[in-house]
């Protein structure tokens, strides 16, 4: 029986764990007002101590609501976007979280006119920098910085490779390599975002090393 390598480790991965969240949220993410906004909504929704599911389903419903921009999102009341969210199944931090979303649409606003590319421009390719600006807003961590930047790479190559704690933590979990420039090797191509998110995908489920590497020993 032929030995498993590191490739058929990552291309089953891939396979099996290769969406984005952007994608799972209905986003069709490209390098424009709107989606970019939608993903900064999402990330910081994704960064709570929730399941990510119930986090993409609140993205959705934010959207369905009509708020998927920040002068949308300004101008919808405290209580509609609470409302939002708990359709979403969001409900532990609705209320904090629907004040958030309100002070970041108004940031979004004042600083880079509802344009987050104005926030790429002022980084100027400099990573660290963007992810500092991308802590400004409201309830934005370090964790929602990182699921930003790991989508965002997809539209904004001067990010790529982002490879950040959570996706090497995947990584290891699997026995690859963390150094992000083998892991890519490794993928054969495959969009950055879509192997990062797969790798964070395997970090949060317990069962994702045993499903992959399954998926690996039957290629």
Do not use: C, H, N
Not at 103 to 121: F, I, K, T
């Amino acid at each position: 029986m032929a030995r498993t390598t590191r490739r058929d480790k990552v291309r089953a991965l891939l396979d099996t764990y290769g969406r984005t969240y952007a994608d799972e949220a209905g986003i069709r993410l490209a390098d424009t007002p709107q989606p970019l906004y939608r993903l900064l909504v999402l990330a910081g929704l994704l960064s709570a101590r929730i399941r990510a599911g119930v986090a993409v389903a609140a993205s959705k419903e934010l959207s369905a609501a009509g708020l998927r921009s920040p002068r949308a999102m300004a101008a919808a009341t405290w209580q509609q976007r609470v409302d939002a969210l708990g359709r979403g199944g969001y409900r532990r931090y609705d209320e904090r979280t629907a004040t958030q979303l309100g002070d970041g649409a108004e940031l979004a606003g004042s600083r880079y006119g509802g344009d987050l590319r104005g926030m790429r421009a002022r980084a100027d390719g400099d990573v660290a920098e963007l992810r500092r600006e991308l802590r400004e807003f409201p309830g934005m961590g370090p964790a929602g910085a990182d699921i930003f930047l790991r989508e965002a790479q997809a539209v904004w190559p001067e990010v790529a490779p982002y490879l950040d704690a959570k996706t090497l933590q995947g990584a290891r979990l699997l026995g690859l390599p963390e150094a992000p420039a083998r892991l890519t090797e490794l993928a054969d191509g495959a969009d950055p975002s879509v192997l990062a998110a797969a790798l964070a995908r395997v970090a949060l489920d317990k069962d994702a090393v045993r499903t992959v590497e399954e998926a690996a020993a039957a290629r």
